[in-house]
T-cell receptor, first 115, second 113 residues
Framework: EAGVVQSPRYKIIEKKQPVAFWCNPI?????LYWYRQNLGQGPELLIR????????DSQLPKDRFSAERLKGVDSTLKIQPAELGDSAVYLCASSWTSGAYNEQFFGPGTRLTVL | TQLLEQSPQFLSIQEGENLTVYCNSSSVFSSLQWYRQEPGEGPVLLVTVVTGGEVKKLKRLTFQFGDARKDSSLHITAAQPGDTGLYLCAGENLPDSNYQLIWGAGTKLIIKP
């Protein structure tokens, strides 16, 4: 079974440029998460989708970040314009929240460097 | 606000030694998960504990959930270089948590050959 797929793996951009990350979750998983992780820290939730609906976007900086999951499968996270402080690893995870526990499966992440 | 504190933040030991890392909170969790993250990869789920006092073993790794379901520990016996990574704990408290995990900041573990 294929795991969570993310692309690109690495991205280097200059500040004020736009950037987009793509995620394809595990087949059949209804819930998709975008996290940001700084070096040596735990993941911080940016947004959570259940199917097509964003059910928790309270931590998403909406002035520059946007996300979509149009058909309830794959998802895109965008930053426009990027700032130096956005440098981090952006992780996508998926889960089946009808299961007993919220066990999440992560992709390898996209390492973003903003110069 | 529910918080999970992990200790130590960083641990570097020699191959063959034993170690324990901790995940503590003042809040009760209905379940708690441990993940390991290797450099350049996403976290990988190791175990979920759900019952107070529960002990689960995964080869040389022993996970325990506190009796009051507020804390957990991970003990590694005879550590090997392959155990190197960032160990993260994450808890949830259904139904209040609305399926959101509360994450610790992690323990960075280095096992030297």
């Amino acid at each position: 079974e294929a795991g969570v797929v993310q692309s690109p793996r690495y991205k280097i951009i200059e500040k004020k440029q736009p950037v987009a990350f793509w995620c394809n979750p595990i087949s059949g998983h209804n819930t998709l998460y975008w996290y940001r992780q700084n070096l040596g820290q735990g993941p911080e939730l940016l947004i959570r989708y259940e199917n097509e609906e964003a059910v928790d976007d309270s931590q998403l900086p909406k002035d520059r970040f946007s996300a979509e999951r149009l058909k309830g499968v794959d998802s895109t996270l965008k930053i426009q314009p990027a700032e130096l402080g956005d440098s981090a690893v952006y992780l996508c995870a998926s889960s089946w929240t009808s299961g007993a526990y919220n066990e999440q499966f992560f992709g390898p992440g996209t390492r973003l460097t903003v110069l | 606000t529910q918080l999970l504190e992990q200790s130590p933040q960083f641990l570097s030991i020699q191959e063959g030694e034993n170690l324990t890392v901790y995940c503590n909170s003042s809040s009760v969790f209905s379940s708690l998960q441990w993940y390991r993250q290797e450099p350049g990869e996403g976290p990988v789920l190791l175990v979920t504990v759900v019952t107070g006092g529960e002990v689960k073993k995964l080869k040389r790794l022993t996970f325990q959930f506190g009796d009051a379901r507020k804390d957990s520990s991970l003990h590694i016996t005879a550590a090997q270089p392959g155990d190197t990574g960032l160990y993260l704990c994450a808890g949830e408290n259904l139904p209040d948590s609305n399926y959101q995990l509360i994450w610790g900041a992690g323990t960075k573990l280095i096992i030297k050959p």
